[in-house]
């Protein structure tokens, strides 16, 4: 069996404003929490409240991420500035 090389290269990333994307879905998913939590006891009833507590789960991950690609953020723009200084500031 041959091993698979690809025949093109990958497509840089797409850069977009991330921060304000996970801020978002964050928002989302503590908002469908909200809106289930009256809703306990029929999830309870029906053993559905994973969908309660995977909402929760993923406003808690939410708010780590918007911590994570704020500080990635904030290294990508003092890398851009660090380099434009580099190129134009010592000639």
Request: include cysteine; aromatic fraction near 16%; charge should be positive.
């Amino acid at each position: 069996m041959a091993k698979w090389t690809p025949k093109h290269e990958a497509p840089e990333p797409l850069e977009g404003p991330v921060v304000a994307t996970i801020t978002g879905g964050t928002i989302l998913w503590f908002a469908m929490f909200l809106i289930q939590l009256p809703f306990y006891g029929w999830f309870a009833d029906r053993d559905l409240l994973w969908w309660l507590w995977t909402c929760a789960a993923g406003g808690g991950l939410g708010l780590i991420g918007i911590w994570y690609v704020r500080k990635r953020d904030a290294a990508l723009k003092r890398h851009a500035a660090a380099q434009t200084q580099e190129r134009f500031g010592s000639s």
